[in-house]
């Protein structure tokens, strides 16, 4: 039984980490301008590849 414990503990303590990553991620996402957005877009779209041509 004490094997059950600390799984679901460790398995609560995981959902809480998860939380608190996503929780981070919205503010900082929030806190960006659209002018911000557009130009991370940007630079990523010109530092990525060329899709590969199909057959």
């Known amino acids: 039984m004490k094997l059950w414990k600390v799984l679901g503990l460790a398995g609560l303590a995981g959902v ?15 806190q960006l301008t659209p002018e911000q957005v557009r130009d991370r877009l940007h630079e990523r779209l010109a530092s990525g590849e060329s899709p590969p041509s199909s057959p």
């Open 16 to 30: 809480a980490a998860s939380g608190v990553i996503i929780a981070r991620d919205q503010r900082q996402r929030a």
